[in-house]
């Protein structure tokens, strides 16, 4: 809180979500990994192929959170509210586990 009272520009509070990339040595194998992962919940996961023909399979999680605390040094949010934010996080931490 200390830090964002003396913030004199935007901040934002910020979670990513997991991501596991997978090296597949056939499209196959990657679209079946894909499957698998969008079933299980991971809708963000894709495919790519790269110029040499890498494929890499990317499992991603939805489990994204990004939200302004500040604008131009003004706190546009209550600690209350910040100490919510740090535990939906926590949360979605431990569904990255």
Known sequence: MTALEK???DVVFKFEPFVLHVLCQELRD???LHSVAVDSGFRNSGITVGRGGKITMAVRSTH????????KGRL???EEY???L????NQ??????
Request: charged content about 15%.
């Open 7 to 9: 913030a004199t520009g």
């Open 30 to 32: 990657a679209q079946l």
């Open 64 to 71: 994204c959170l990004e939200v302004p605390l500040s604008h």
């Open 76 to 78: 546009m949010v209550s």
């Open 82 to 84: 910040i100490e919510f």
């Open 86 to 89: 740090v535990h939906v996080a």
């Open 92 to 97: 979605k931490m431990e569904e990255n586990l």
